[in-house]
């Protein structure tokens, strides 16, 4: 996904006008992710799939607008304006304030590390998270964005979505889902659905850790929280 933006659902923005060159500059910015936080120029260009000159000219502008730094030893990396837009847009979701608790609670339970997700275009965005105890860990970022095919959390944001996930009628009918190896050979995780007002899909409740930690002993115990955090976190969306 690295230098391409995530593909939005049919029927989203189709119909308004595009601007390459601005396409262009943000597909720079979407280059950076986890272990990706410090990019040369020739890095930078071949994950934009641009040239380099073409770097450098959209580099200057973002640049002067604080999206973007070089670094002395001439690495690229994310600069500070991306900080406050990424609050803003957490604003956006009125929800924290029951939902970071919720995972709190869920993390305690259980012992590992509790996310919510939503569904942005054709990726998820971990828009919450709350790091398990343990030393050992998965290790993800709040903000960031991952393909909606692979994990858990994708799996149950496309099944209750409608995209015509394969395995869609068996997710719906567990009413939850389960990765083990995808996202990353070492990691595994289980998530079920959120729902608001009307029944909305609002996003999934999952944990993730360490794939020895998800054997088959351990999942109906770590689904079994899942569930009653979902059925928690429905109940207090529906209530409003």
């Not at 858990?152 to 394969?166: E, N």
């Not at 995808?182 to 999934?204: Q, W």
Request: overall charge positive; hydrophobic content about 40%; proline content about 6%.
């Amino acid at each position: 996904m690295a230098g391409r933006p995530p593909k939005l659902r049919k029927g989203d923005v189709s119909e308004l006008p595009r601007v390459e060159a601005v396409e262009r500059a943000l597909a720079l910015l979407a280059c950076f992710g986890e272990g990706r936080t410090h990019l040369t120029l020739k890095e930078l260009a071949g994950a934009a799939g641009q040239y380099p000159s073409t770097v450098l000219r959209l580099s200057g502008s973002l640049e002067r607008f604080g999206f973007l730094r070089r670094e002395a030893d001439g690495r690229f990396r994310l600069g500070p304006a991306v900080l406050p837009m990424a609050r803003i847009y957490r604003l956006g979701f009125p929800l924290e304030g029951v939902i970071r608790p919720e995972l709190q609670h869920l993390s305690r339970e259980s012992g590992e590390t509790a996310a919510f997700y939503i569904r942005e275009g054709e990726a998820r965005l971990c828009l919450y998270r709350v790091n398990g105890p343990r030393a050992l860990r998965s290790h993800l970022e709040e903000g960031s964005l991952l393909p909606l095919g692979i994990g858990a959390s994708g799996h149950v944001l496309a099944a209750w979505s409608g995209t015509g996930h394969p395995r869609a009628a068996e997710i719906r009918a567990a009413g939850h889902a389960v990765s083990r190896g995808e996202r990353d050979p070492d990691s595994a995780a289980v998530a079920a659905p959120v729902f608001g007002e009307g029944g909305r899909l609002m996003g999934a409740v999952g944990l993730s850790g360490p794939i020895t930690r998800f054997d088959v002993a351990d999942m109906p115990g770590l689904t079994a929280l899942v569930l009653a955090s979902a059925s928690r976190l429905t109940a207090r969306l529906q209530a409003g």
